[in-house]
């Protein structure tokens, strides 16, 4: 937060303190807006104090785009960036230098992948929060422990270097969105290409995909409640959408049907 305690009376000292002391009290772990903040444009922007005597100087031109220029395209930009990575190495540089999502702006990490690339089930997740920011991993809070727990109980895990037995997993946006809200289709649709190309370099057997944002990323539809445990395809894949397990996290009486699915997928890879 972006009080200057040292520039304070020491009653407002004492009070800033004590009031920042209570947020990490109740568990407050990260200062966030509504929308993205670019840390790195804060420098430009702030105004340092002129000496007495600096000359005045005419205001520095605006790098902002005029009006009448051409906008970039950020999907064809995508789509061009996606299709000239010829390797997972090269596909996950192209996500890291680019530049056009504003949610990259407000993250501390891209988040790529994990487990194994050569696994036969690739599971689609949304997008980091918080702990996946913080470590650059997808899934590796407490809905993606529980993500972890699921899959092992039908034999399937990120650890394993058996591809029969292995998972590879990635998420649709893999930049966190501000106070995890969902990411807006603008955002899907930049990523698209992105999740094409990493989908087409995986070449998994099945893919699983975790709550409405993935849905609507590969198959243009949300309603997880109705759609999960319907198999159905996607870039010539089957997909088998399943509940979000932060969803199951809330509501345990889900966990029934998430494991029904399960099982559906454990008799298809058989
Ligand atoms: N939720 C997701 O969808 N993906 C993650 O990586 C973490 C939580």
């Known amino acids: 937060m972006g009080i200057k305690l040292d520039i304070l009376e020491p009653e407002a000292w004492q ?3 004590a009031a920042l002391d209570w947020q990490i009290e109740m568990g407050v772990t ?6 993205p903040v670019s840390r790195y444009d804060l420098p430009d922007r702030l105004e340092r104090p002129l000496a007495p005597d600096a000359p005045i100087r005419a205001a520095p031109q605006t790098d902002a785009p005029r009006a009448d220029a051409p906008k970039t395209d950020a ?17 996950r540089a192209a996500l890291t230098s680019f530049d056009l999502c504003e949610l990259k702006k ?3 990490s891209t988040v790529f992948a994990d487990g194994n690339p050569a696994a036969r089930v690739l599971i689609l997740g949304e997008a980091p929060g918080r702990e996946e920011d913080q470590e650059g991993l997808p ?18 895990s990120r650890q394993s270097a058996d591809p029969a037995s292995a998972l590879y ?6 930049w966190r969105p501000p106070q995890n809200r969902e990411p807006e289709p603008d955002e899907i ?15 998994p057997d099945v893919i699983v995909t975790m709550g409405n944002t993935p849905c609507m ?4 539809q949300k309603g997880i409640l109705r759609l999960r445990g319907n198999w159905t395809h996607a870039l010539t894949k089957p997909v088998l959408p399943m509940t979000h397990p932060a969803y199951l996290l809330r509501n345990p009486a889900a966990k029934r049907e998430a494991w029904a699915d399960l099982l559906s997928l454990k008799a298809r890879l058989t």
Do not use: C, K, Y
């Open 75 to 91: 999907v064809e930009a995508a789509r061009q960036a996606a299709q000239s990575a010829l390797t997972l190495d090269d596909l």
């Open 15 to 17: 009070a800033a303190l």
């Open 30 to 35: 990260d200062w966030v807006q509504d929308s």
């Open 217 to 220: 990323a590969l198959l243009n």
């Open 139 to 156: 899934f590796v809070g407490r809905a993606g422990q529980l993500l972890d727990r699921m899959f092992e109980a039908i034999g399937l």
């Open 189 to 203: 649709a930049m990523m698209r290409p992105f999740l094409e190309r990493h989908i087409a370099l995986i070449d």
């Open 169 to 174: 997993i990635t998420n649709v946006m893999p």
């Open 106 to 108: 407000g993250a501390r």
